[in-house]
């Protein structure tokens, strides 16, 4: 399997990140990077209104300032509102291309996608109005650019771009402005991010601490080096002819110089429509979701909490059993990843030897009893003097590649789908060792999947590796699709470490 | 670790020199050094496409008092066709059909372009009813434009065209 030129780009420039920033990678927290952004944006932002003057003769002159007047102080706050803005645009970009490269945004995982397109806009027409305030000739140009493109919807009566021509402009353009970005358009935002991330759990809306720490340095650095400053007042009897444009957010405008305002429209359209109906593109049947056996289900809740798309929720009993609580899953949020499956203290293998397993929450398409016949076969295939059974997932390094005598690779959704106690039964029925190789270390596809696994293997989050599990025969070296150097050095490692154990400690069978 | 430390300097000076040059750069010409504008932007209703008639007394007798007017007027306003001449030779026009279901709204025109600079004879003609042929309105003038002027020509019923 290879992986498609677009992925194949991005898992180079993820690499990268990688070496250079480890589990702080920031393309695996490009959200909270952004929203991290906004709180810079925000905090500048208040202190800038303190000391701005939203009037035609005044907004310019308050601008400048600040900018230099007190460049120790609003500047800096100026630079940083600027930089941490256009940052924030940097971040939504490489978002969208980052769930888009990665095929992230297929399935009950539209709603995510779909729901964050028009966020993009509604940044971008922040930053616009954000632009205006400021009155200088950028302002102007934008302003009168934005009322042309406005005077061709038919939602409003008479001409907005008049309004900018000499006399016709008041004071009142500015209340509407500043109503706009300070209140209005913020407000919106705040809302439509709610509605972005409601199908998701655990949402975490802050980056690792070093990593907003580098981030901040970098923009505050950047604002000292290199502040903010204004064009020439607006002057509407002359056009502004030279324009320093913030191309993260006005990159539409010069455009209006070579089409009409109606083709820009349609371009825009076009292109919003065809990012949002990217999810249904090409059309693709979606996994089975999860079923419920009640008859096996003790209502813990554990599937509840593990779910990484809010797909399962808890409700009082209903077959009358003893139990308190059961689950139910709601398919349309279900996205088929099984870490339900692995959540829940029924998978375990040892239940039922004789008999088809059967757990509290399963995949239609590849229930745990399958799972288990898979493992049994596989354990069962292994030959030589180091049997290591590997399980992968269908999004990250394709385990099948390192299939051989003494290796066998069995793929799951998820690796998140694997109970602890699977790991410690294929180690009873005769494998040397196991290996866990899910997606990259601190990225799943399914967003928690190999995290859940790490902490269940060390005994941080349920249900927990049992003691009697030797946790030297396991090991976890996540990767892409391209990593095989990586997953096959790391096999090699383990290889050579499972021998040293069978030559140091040769009666301490891991196999009971 | 140190080398560690040391890529993630340079990507942050990376990430900086993105943000920075994007966030300014590169300049963008919207006029050239020599070019004006000239913007011909105004809001007009057309006259009534039929004219208005008179109402009879009979007529004017059957209507509630409160909506009785000695004239009654069809709704449909003509379009309004105007053209810009720069020293002879066209240099924006449209023809602006009213708004609205029964075509009874004014126009709004918004009409801008980019000239050399310097001096031109402008000629501007508008036909604002369908019942007349030719234009009803003509204006005739000499700009002197600088570099990056806006010459801004706005139109009222009162004063004809006005260069702003």
Redesign the interface.
């Known amino acids: 399997m290879s992986a498609a030129p677009i992925k194949r780009a991005y898992l180079v420039l993820e690499n990268w990140f990688n070496l250079s920033f480890g589990s702080w990678n920031p393309l695996y927290h490009l959200g909270t990077l952004t929203f991290f952004f906004f709180w810079i944006v925000l905090v500048s932002g208040i202190y800038l209104f303190l000391f701005f003057h939203g009037s035609l003769d005044g907004a310019y002159a308050s601008v400048e300032r600040m900018t230099h007047e007190q460049w120790y102080a609003a500047g800096i706050m100026r630079s940083l509102h600027r930089y941490a803005s256009d940052a924030a645009v940097g971040t939504i970009l490489l978002h969208m291309f980052r769930e888009f490269a990665l095929d992230r945004h297929h399935g009950a995982r539209w709603y995510s996608w779909f729901t964050g397109v028009p966020l993009l806009w509604m940044v971008v027409t922040l930053g616009i109005t954000g632009y205006w305030l400021v009155w200088d000739q950028l302002a102007q140009y934008i302003a009168i650019g934005s009322a042309k493109l406005m005077d061709v919807l038919p939602i409003f009566f008479g001409s907005m771009a008049r309004n900018f021509l000499e006399g016709a402009l008041s004071d009142r353009f500015f209340i509407l402005i500043e109503f706009l970005h300070l209140l209005g358009q913020p407000m919106l935002l705040v809302f439509a991010l709610w509605f972005h991330v409601r199908r998701l759990s655990n949402v975490s809306i802050n980056p690792p601490r070093g990593l907003a720490i580098g981030s901040f340095l970098a923009l505050l650095t950047l604002s000292l080096i290199k502040p903010a400053v204004s064009h020439d007042p607006a002057d509407l009897t002359t056009v502004p002819q030279v324009l320093n444009l913030d191309w993260f957010y006005l990159n539409i405008y010069p455009l209006l110089d070579y089409w009409s305002a109606g083709s820009i429209w349609i371009l825009t359209i076009g292109i919003t429509f065809l990012l949002m109906i990217l999810p249904w593109v090409p059309p693709r049947p979606a996994g089975a979701a999860a079923v419920v056996d009640l008859d096996n289900c003790d209502g813990c809740k554990q599937c509840f909490d593990d779910c990484p798309f809010d797909a399962i929720t808890v409700q009082a009993r209903t077959d009358g059993a003893r139990h308190e609580r059961e689950v139910v899953v709601d398919p349309a949020l279900c996205a088929a990843c099984g870490i339900c499956v692995g959540s829940c203290h029924a998978s375990n293998p040892f239940r039922k030897a004789e008999k088809e397993l059967k757990t509290g929450i399963d995949m239609p398409q590849l229930p745990i009893n399958q799972v288990r016949t898979m493992t049994d076969t596989a354990v069962a295939a292994l030959t030589g003097d180091v049997k290591i059974l590997v399980f992968g997932c269908n999004h990250g390094f394709d385990v099948t590649r390192l299939n051989s005598d003494d290796t066998i690779g069995l793929s799951l959704f998820c690796t998140g789908m694997i109970p602890p106690t699977l790991i410690e039964y294929a180690l009873r029925k005769g494998a040397d060792g196991v290996m866990v190789a899910g997606c990259r270390h601190a990225d799943c596809y399914f967003r928690f999947g190999n995290r859940w696994m790490e902490k269940r293997l060390e005994g941080e989050q349920a249900p927990v590796l049992r003691k009697r599990a030797d946790r030297r025969r396991i090991t976890i070296q996540g990767g892409a699709e391209t990593d095989h150097n990586v997953v096959e050095g790391a096999l090699a490692a383990f290889r050579q470490e499972l021998s040293r154990l069978e030559q140091v400690e040769p009666e301490e069978s891991p196999h009971g | 670790m140190a080398k560690?430390y040391l890529?993630?300097v340079?990507?942050?000076?990376i990430?900086?020199v993105?943000?920075?040059y994007?966030?300014?750069?590169?300049?963008?010409?919207?006029?050239?050094?020599d070019q004006?504008?000239v913007?011909l932007?105004?809001?007009h209703a057309g006259q009534h496409r039929e004219p208005c008639r008179e109402v009879s007394a009979e007529e004017m007798a059957k209507l509630p008092p409160n909506m009785r007017r000695p004239t009654e007027c069809p709704r449909a306003r003509s379009p309004v066709t105007v053209e810009l001449l720069m020293d002879g030779k066209p240099l924006l026009s449209t023809v602006a059909k009213p708004p609205g279901l029964f075509d009874d709204g004014g126009v709004?025109?918004?009409l801008d372009t980019t000239v050399p600079a310097g001096e031109h004879q402008f000629s501007i003609r508008m036909n604002d009813s369908v019942r007349m042929k030719g234009y009803n309105y003509t204006h005739e003038q000499v700009a002197v434009l600088a570099?990056?002027?806006?010459l801004?020509i706005?139109f009222n019923t009162e004063q004809g065209f006005v260069f702003?």
Do not use: C, T, W
């Open positions: 560690r890529l993630q340079v990507n942050y000076a990430f900086m993105l943000v920075g994007f966030s300014s750069a590169p300049a963008y010409r919207h006029l050239a050094e004006a504008m913007v932007a105004f809001s709004d025109i918004f570099p990056a002027q806006l801004f706005d702003k």
